[in-house]
């Protein structure tokens, strides 16, 4: 799975070219603040430098400078937030990759690539100035998608189609590290999470912050708010999950901590995919980036296994824990620098589980497996019992896709026998129920293909198309959405052009797949330095008359769902940004992992994914409403 979420950190199919995304460190500010003034102490600075230097050119250059697939060019690198990339080195997918590093080279790395200056980092925006009183009553978008069924169709956006021509920002706020969770609405206000490992709850029409929580560890996970008698104070709790594998329960309210358990002790698990709350349980999807490890010969690779833990909302005991691969890890070779390797290990789930009501399961879409070892876990579509998480049924539509990163250069130790393809489910299933009343399972892989399967009989195929050409950054990354009549699916094939890539938007008949339109990726001038690229692989959202996508360029477009016209192009890009927290000219960048959610006639998208395609070092958050108002 090249992208971490582990479709979600921005991930290069090299081991050590990844390295420098994240080696500038929270002491590049310190460095830079610490000048010395004194000819020694200059002098001791210039060294630091000049050893940052060596070990950027001997480690990172070849991959950075000039930046080679998705790597982040170097002038990219020496603008990122010092605590984002910080917290992503120390927990995040770059910890196999840094683990020889000492700090003094991080240090070193950090202080030469921030040398020429640091992006102004931003402070929180103002508070408000009387909280109200909290509810989960009005509009709102509450979760990955606002139901269970992981539709992405908000029928009440509290706007019409005919008026999105005219949205435009009626407030923005820089967001460190903003890249990965997806905000939610609800009950006016707006909950945010971030890789900085800050979360905030800011009023939706206003941007004020109600209240501020600093999490352990960076956050990726789009949180979920319910209802819960005694759970929390107020009666509303905020979920998420972090890093390092914790699971947090706040106040909605207030953002006072009210427990956090961890779900998994492996330290190379990660939780990606937003938690889910249905009647009391909380449905929290377990990923893994020890992918990243096939060039590191002292790590024992791989033992992490993906899978889905059910914890009690009210106190975050654990209920149940289904590992997506059945089989325990085993020792069973050893790689070429006298290290055991184990095996199997993978089947990471990096997305939103989906419930289904009426069968009394939950389903969760799975990733690549990591070595040779034979199961049947990997790249699946599994259903399991809602209350005891005994698998039910298992889908496996790609055998033996082993997959590490760096297997494709030379030097990698832990690479299996055949490289797969890297074909990942990592875009939520959707629960969709057909003119005939029958259900149907609509799932979407980086195979680039889209499948039709049979609830009912456990999970058999019914139908299948490839829209798109698919591979590790191409297919269907990170979502579909649909409405009452068709299912949209958004095509990545980054840095494939036409017509091997088939990059764009397609509308598909659900009951059978059959294509109903599909309009390519608009191939338009970039607004920002860096590379390009026109991908759509962020999830779609879909209100009536209208679905809305985006491309990693940064182009947020509205699409008819009649016969796929784009009706409104707005580049995030283009534009500087006068933020709420106090930056000028705030600039936007990239667009990826979710779509804009939409409720009470507010518009909310993260511009900036991460920097790696388009060099863009920021986060924004934008708020957007019927000609600004």
Same mark, same amino acid.
Not at 371 to 395: F, M
Not at 405 to 434: E, Q, W, Y
């Given at each position: 799975m090249i992208r971490m979420p582990v479709r979600g950190i921005m991930r290069l199919q090299t081991g050590f070219c990844m390295l420098v995304l994240f080696c500038a460190s929270d002491v590049i500010a310190q460095a830079v603040e610490e000048r010395p003034q004194s000819a020694d102490a200059a002098s001791a600075a210039a060294a630091v430098v000049a050893h940052g230097a060596s070990l950027f050119k001997s480690r990172c250059a070849s991959c950075h400078d000039p930046a080679v697939d998705r790597a982040p060019p170097k002038v990219a690198l020496a603008r990122r937030f010092p605590d984002d990339i910080a917290t992503a080195l120390k927990t995040g997918v770059m910890q196999p990759m840094a683990a020889d590093l000492s700090d003094a080279d991080i240090r070193a790395i950090a202080t030469y690539l921030g040398s020429d200056g640091m992006t102004e980092q931003a402070g929180d925006p103002p508070a408000c100035g009387t909280a109200g009183k909290f509810s989960m009553s009005g509009p709102g978008w509450n979760g990955w998608s606002i139901d269970a069924r992981n539709s992405r169709n908000q029928p009440n956006p509290g706007l019409s189609g005919a008026v999105v021509p005219r949205l435009k920002v009626k407030w923005s706020m820089t967001y460190t590290g903003g890249r990965y969770g997806q905000p939610i609405m609800v009950g006016g206000r707006l909950f945010l999470t971030s890789s900085s490992g800050r979360l905030y709850a800011l009023d939706a029409k206003t941007g004020c912050m109600h209240w501020r929580f600093d999490a352990e560890a960076g956050v990726r996970t789009t949180p979920v708010i319910g209802q819960l008698r005694g759970a929390a104070p107020s009666g509303y709790s905020m979920f998420f999950g972090d890093f390092q594998r914790n699971v947090y329960a706040l106040d909605a309210a207030s953002g006072k901590l009210q427990w956090k358990v961890n779900v998994e002790q492996h330290p190379r698990g990660v939780l990606t995919g937003a938690p889910v709350l249905y009647r009391g349980l909380l449905y929290v999807p377990i990923s893994s980036w020890e992918e990243t490890a096939g060039g590191i010969g002292s790590y024992g690779c791989c /033992?992490?296994? +993906? +899978?889905?833990?059910?914890?009690?909302?009210?106190? #975050?005991? $654990?209920? &149940?824990?289904?590992?997506?691969?059945?089989?325990? *890890?085993?020792?069973?070779?050893?790689? %070429?620098?006298?290290?055991?390797?184990? +095996? *199997?290990? #993978?089947?990471?789930? &990096? /997305?939103? *589980?989906?419930?289904?009501?009426?069968?009394?399961?939950?389903?969760?879409?799975? #990733?690549?497996?990591?070595?040779?070892?034979?199961?049947?876990?990997?790249?699946?579509?599994?259903? $399991?019992? $809602?209350?005891? #998480?005994?698998?039910? &049924?298992?889908?496996?539509?790609?055998?033996?896709? /082993?997959?590490?990163?760096? !297997?494709?250069? %030379?030097?990698?130790?832990? !690479?299996?026998?055949?490289?797969? *393809?890297?074909?990942?489910?990592?875009? /939520?299933?959707? $629960?969709?129920?057909?003119?005939? +009343?029958?259900?149907?399972?609509?799932?979407?892989?980086k195979s680039g293909v889209a499948f039709g399967m049979d609830p009912d009989h456990d999970g058999k195929t019914v139908w299948r198309n490839k829209v798109g050409n698919g591979g590790a950054l191409g297919g269907i990354e990170w979502g579909m959405a649909a409405d009452a009549t068709q299912l949209y699916v958004a095509v990545a094939d980054l840095g494939m052009p036409p017509p091997t890539g088939k990059a764009g938007l397609y509308a598909l008949d659900p009951a059978t797949g059959g294509q109903q339109w599909y309009t390519a990726a608009p191939k338009v001038p970039c607004s920002y330095s860096g590379r390009c690229l026109i991908g759509q692989s962020a999830a779609p959202s879909v209100i009536p008359g209208l679905v809305l996508s985006t491309t990693i360029d940064g182009h947020l477009r509205a699409y008819d769902v009649k016969d796929g016209k784009i009706v409104w192009d707005f580049d995030t890009a283009a534009q500087k940004y006068q933020t709420i927290n106090g930056i000028k000219d705030q600039s936007g960048g990239s667009l990826d992992v979710a779509g804009p959610i939409l409720a009470a006639g507010m518009m909310y998208i993260i511009s900036g994914y991460a920097g790696a395609l388009g060099g863009a070092p920021d986060n924004v958050l934008l708020a957007f409403s019927v000609d600004g108002k």
């Open positions: /033992s992490a296994r +993906g +899978g889905l833990a059910a914890l009690d909302a009210r106190d #975050g005991r $654990l209920v &149940w824990k289904t590992y997506a691969i059945e089989q325990q *890890p085993q020792p069973t070779t050893k790689n %070429s620098a006298g290290t055991q390797m184990y +095996g *199997p290990a #993978g089947a990471a789930v &990096w /997305s939103a *589980p989906t419930i289904d009501v009426k069968r009394r399961v939950v389903y969760i879409g799975t #990733g690549d497996t990591y070595t040779d070892v034979k199961e049947n876990g990997s790249d699946a579509i599994i259903a $399991l019992d $809602l209350a005891t #998480g005994k698998v039910k &049924w298992r889908n496996q539509v790609t055998e033996n896709d /082993s997959f590490l990163m760096g !297997c494709n250069r %030379s030097g990698t130790v832990n !690479c299996p026998k055949v490289v797969g *393809p890297d074909h990942d489910f990592g875009a /939520s299933p959707i $629960l969709f129920t057909l003119h005939n +009343g029958k259900d149907i399972i609509l799932a979407g892989q």
